[in-house]
């Protein structure tokens, strides 16, 4: 499992996670090739591994990109900060502590 700590940025004046390099690619999560869905909860968000997922990872080669923003990040869009913990079947993003 692969785990960071990152600040929520924004874009626009809209909240962003910006996923992008090393963590995803150490969890198995390829550019172009990797489709997911996600899910909130009162916890956060939850990316999950899906053949049919409704979207995709971006980027390209050994560089891949998930940019999540606006209202999909749902309760997210109130922390300062978020933990991220990837896995090949999922990744978990919640409030950061302190």
């Not at 489709?35 to 049919?52: E, K, N, V």
């Not at 978020?82 to 919640?94: G, H, K, P, R």
């Amino acid at each position: 499992m692969a785990s960071n700590t990152r600040k929520v940025g924004s874009n626009r004046g809209a909240k962003r996670v910006w996923l992008e390099g090393k963590i995803l690619t150490q969890a198995g999560w390829k550019a172009k090739d990797t489709r997911f869905d996600i899910a909130q909860s009162d916890h956060g968000l939850t990316l999950t591994r899906s053949d049919s997922g409704a979207r995709r990872v971006s980027g390209k080669g050994d560089n891949p990109i998930i940019d999540i923003c606006g209202a999909t990040l749902g309760v997210a869009q109130g922390f300062e900060r978020v933990e991220i913990a990837a896995t090949f079947d999922a990744i978990e993003i919640t409030e950061a502590e302190g």
